[in-house]
C-alpha cells in the first residue's frame, strides 16, 4: 500500500477528514497520529454534558469503537507529532517512529493558555481534552469554591454547569465585558446579568496580582481591586495557543506545498464548524475534488439550559435590533455596520440560525460564503 494519508492530531478537523476521504473513494492508507490516547471526540461536551454528568465517554466519541478499523482508518495513539521532514514526506513522532505520507493533514488543534505560575498547583485546571474534564468533574461538589478565571465560552459553560453540582462559582474576566469578538456590548452584558440571576458571582475588569498557595494547593488570589478570593478549585479559562511549535519554521509556506493540508484550530479556526468544514475541505484537496464552499460559520453555546448561536463578528459600535424578549432568554439580534448585517445571536431560538445564515451570507464580502448561502 501506498504511503497515503497521515493525519497528525486526532480531533474533530482529523476524524473529519479520515471520514470523507473514506466516503469519497480514497484507496490508499489513512493514519491518525494523535497524542491523546482517545479516538477522537467530541470536545464541546466537555463543558458541558460530559461535565454535568449526563454523557458518557463512550456517547461523546465520534464513531463507535469499531468504525476505524472496518473503514482500515490506522489509530496511532498516544504518540505525538514532533517534527517533520518536507524534503523525504516524514513525519517525525515523539517515540522516534517516523511515518512516510504522500499527503500530511495537520490537525493538532490548540491547547489551553496557563496562568503563569499556575500549573505549580494541582486544584488549578485546564480544559481542553477529555482527560481533564473527567479530572474537573471529579472536584465539582456542592458546596466547593470554584473559581472561573477568564469569561470565554468555555469559562461560560464551566461556571454554568458547576452550579448544576452545587458549587459556588466566581468568575473573573479582566475586561470590562466579555466576548468582545463574539458578542455586541449589549449582549454581552445579556450574558452576565443571566450569569448574576442564576448565582454566579462574576467580577469584570478584575486582574489576577497573586497566587497565595499552600504546598501544592492554591488557596486564594489577590485581585488589582485589593479584594482576595478564597478558593477549593480553579479553572483558567483565558484562551488557547495553537500546537504548532512541532512544525519547522517554514510553517507560513507549508500551505503552498499541495502535499502539506492544515485544517481546525492549528489553523487559527477556534469554532466547532470551522474545524469540520476544513477537515473536509483538506479530504477534497487531497480527492483532488472542487473545494466545497466556505459556508458563514458560526459558534453555539450552552448556558445554564440556554442554547446561544453566534454568526459573525460585530464591533462595539455596530448596530443591534433585537426581536423577541431577552428577560424570558427567547430572542434573536441581527448586528448591522453601515446599514449592513454583519453578525447575528439567537438565544433559545435555534430554528432562526438558517435563515440569519442565510441573510449574512448573502451580505458577505467572501465570494464561497455568498455561494454557500
Ligand atoms: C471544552 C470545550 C468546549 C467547546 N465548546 C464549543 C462549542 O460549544 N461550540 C463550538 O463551536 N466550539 C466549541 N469548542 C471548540 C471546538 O471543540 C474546536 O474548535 C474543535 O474541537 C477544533 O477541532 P480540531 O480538530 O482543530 O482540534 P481538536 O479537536 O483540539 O483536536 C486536535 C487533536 O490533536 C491532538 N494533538 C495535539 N498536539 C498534537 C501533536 N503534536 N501530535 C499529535 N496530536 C496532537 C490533541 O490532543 C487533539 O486530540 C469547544 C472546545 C473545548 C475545549
Known sequence: MSAGVVIAGGGLSAQRCAETL???GYGGAVRIASIEEHAPYDRPPLSKALLAGTKTLDEIAFRPAEWHGEEDVELLLGDGAAGLDLDRRKLMLESGAALDYEHLVIATGSRARQLPGGDRYENVHTLRTLDDAVRLRGVLKPGKRLVVLGAGLIGQE??????????????????????????HPELAQWLVDLQREEGVEVKLGTRVTELIGEGDRLEALLLDDGSR??????????????????????VGLLTLRPDIHGAGDVAGGDHWELAAHQGKAAAHAILGQEPAQVPFTGWWSDVHGVRLQGLGQPAANDEIVFEGNPAERDFHAVVSRD???????????PREIPRLRKLLAEHSSTPSAKEAA
Not at 158 to 183: D, F, K, Q, W, Y
Not at 339 to 349: D, F, N, S
Open 22 to 24: 473514506r466516503q469519497g
Open 158 to 183: 464551566v461556571a454554568a454547569t458547576a452550579m448544576g453540582h452545587g458549587a459556588e462559582v466566581t468568575l473573573i474576566e479582566a475586561e470590562s465585558l466579555p466576548l468582545a469578538r463574539a458578542l
Open 229 to 250: 478570593v478564597e478558593l477549593d478549585e480553579m479553572l483558567v479559562a483565558i484562551g488557547v495557543i495553537p500546537n504548532n511549535d512541532w512544525l519547522p519554521d517554514e
Open 339 to 349: 446599514g449592513v448585517p454583519v453578525a447575528a445571536l439567537a438565544v433559545g431560538r
